[in-house]
């Protein structure tokens, strides 16, 4: 009787399913999802000076909503500010508004952004497949899912992503025209690479599969959604064809492919002379996402297909409707303009972007239906025969269930842990304490932290070394060259004319940044390649000593932790 029970509340479609039930079961996936975004909020806010890994590039600049004097003629902020969808910096500018601290309100919105997944997720899997326990296998892997990414914990543009991907997906199943349009322009005005998925998506249900054979759909809905959905996309991609941006142009393949920027070892990899890795699981050329399955459960997914093919078996399989085609509508799309991305190499942004977001919502949507065809047939199966069955099938059940839900418990660090902590609070008050429009300049890796920490400039940082728009990145990578060639120059006036070009008013030297092995380090790889590195090396081999160990003792104007921050003014009076 129990075992009927469990069977009843686990595979029961909404069409039998009391509303009790549905309730039960969504508030399950919400609770999920509340618990995860209490994990990530905790690392969060554990400490003073914490910040997320890539709000670093995306964030740190929005703080100009509350004191439009902070970096002023700073490359790095108007670039970043330059390149923020217009839809993304609204929400920061709305919360600055109402006094919220950009970096402050950065934390806040992945548990908001977290339910909003949940409830589309749910909603969307109920459309394809309409079992509510399905549903809340397929929020919970989601959840757990972005647990291990650092996608939507980063409230940067791609974590508007995947609710705006599943708000599409849901809307457009149910018919909701309006709706499905309004998720569109959204996407646009977050994240417009997945905007062009979902056009495509719309001109693929054109057609249909009909007893083996391929024609055009009969259904007048679908040519509706579609003329208006691209109508919204050209209005939505107009402005970025029409615009010039002052950065501009994109970074040809021939260009990138001479920087080393561009190589396995580079701030920006992403060639690679192994095809198999580059094309198939490069991290921004290949197709396959990193980590797509994991958590490891993801892999029952992989069976859809068999469950499909022996259904008589697996009869549950048989609840699933029309909605199901979907996915392979959204894994068409997405293969198509991956292979676009590589074609117009650039000129679409990183190959990955396509099939990242929507791949990881296809092995979701997967995993759940497999997951629940599999514990109807096995349950069906126990019902129907001895004792031994039904101890088969309680054991089995139980081992799915722990390994659904217990699974981030086995895993150490989850939610993966991408925020950066400070631990230099002297150091960001010194410099917070300096005026706004200071320049720092600095090849250590806390330069990353000082613009966010700080709210002060920094000359370059490898944070900010992105090298896709040429109009930026050739004057980054000058100031590096520049900067690199002054702190280890044995020449005193070459170190002056370098302050004096660049305005720069603090140099920040690392613990033993003036030798050799310094450069060389792993922590170093960004600038080792570069021509003046080099030459330093061979310099300070020579015995050829930088001109700023000669003034670290008369221009040092403070030091922690064997971290030393030069005067540049005292420098320039230095003979």
Known sequence: ???????????????????????????????????????????????EYVV??????HVFWMVRFLDPQLFPNDLIADYFQSVAPAGYTSIYRLAAAAGINPLFFNKLLPPVLGLIVTGYCFGLCLEIFPIPAAGFVATLLFNQQMGFKDDIISATPRAF??????????????????????????????????????????VLRLLDWENGKLGFSQ??????????????????????????????????????????????????????????????VGGRSGMFPKAILTPVTLCVGLLLPLLLAFSRRFPLVKQLGSGIKILPQMLLASIALFSAAHALLFKLHLPSRYTGYSLRVIIVLASAIAFTT?????????????????????VTVAIVSISLLCYPSFVKS????????????????????????????????????LPSFTQRSVLVAREYAIPYQLGYYRQFRQRLLDLVRAQYSPDLAEVQKFIQTYGVDFILLDPGALT?????????????????????????????????????????????????????????NQS
């Open 516 to 572: 050799p092995e310094y450069i060389s380090s792993r922590r170093q790889r960004w600038i080792i390649e570069m021509q003046p590195a080099q030459a330093a090396i061979d310099n300070m081999k020579q015995g050829k000593t930088p001109a700023l160990a000669k003034v670290i003792n008369s221009c040092q104007a403070f030091q922690t932790q064997g971290m030393v921050v030069l005067d540049a003014n005292c420098i320039l």
């Open 219 to 280: 259904r007048r809905s679908d040519y509706i959604f579609c003329a208006a959905g691209l109508g919204v996309t050209f209005l939505i991609l107009l402005p970025f064809a029409l615009n010039t941006s002052e950065y501009g142009p994109a970074i040809t393949v021939a260009e990138a492919k001479t920087l080393p920027e561009f190589w396995p070892t580079g701030r920006s990899s992403f060639f690679n002379e192994n095809l198999a890795k580059f094309f198939i």
């Open 374 to 394: 599999i514990l109807d047939a096995l349950l069906k199966w126990a019902q129907q025969g001895t004792f031994p069955r039904k101890i088969i099938a309680w």
């Open 414 to 449: 989850f939610p993966r842990n991408s925020y950066k902590h400070g631990k230099l609070p002297e150091l960001y008050q010194f410099f917070s304490q300096q005026p706004k429009d200071i320049l720092i300049a600095s090849v250590a890796g806390e330069a990353d932290l």
């Open 1 to 47: 009787m129990l075992l009927t029970r469990l069977h009843e509340l686990i595979t029961t479609p909404t069409a039998k399913t009391s509303r009790g039930q549905m309730i039960f079961w969504f508030c399950l996936s919400l609770t999920f999802a509340l618990i995860y975004a209490w994990l990530g909020l905790r690392k969060a806010f554990d400490g």
């Open 52 to 57: 997320q890994d890539d709000a670093r590039q």
């Open 161 to 202: 992503a995947y609710p705006l991907l599943l708000a599409f997906l849901y809307y457009l199943l149910r018919g909701k025209l309006w709706q499905t349009l309004g998720a569109i322009a959204l996407l646009g005005l977050f994240y417009p690479q997945v905007l062009l998925l979902c056009a495509l998506i719309l």
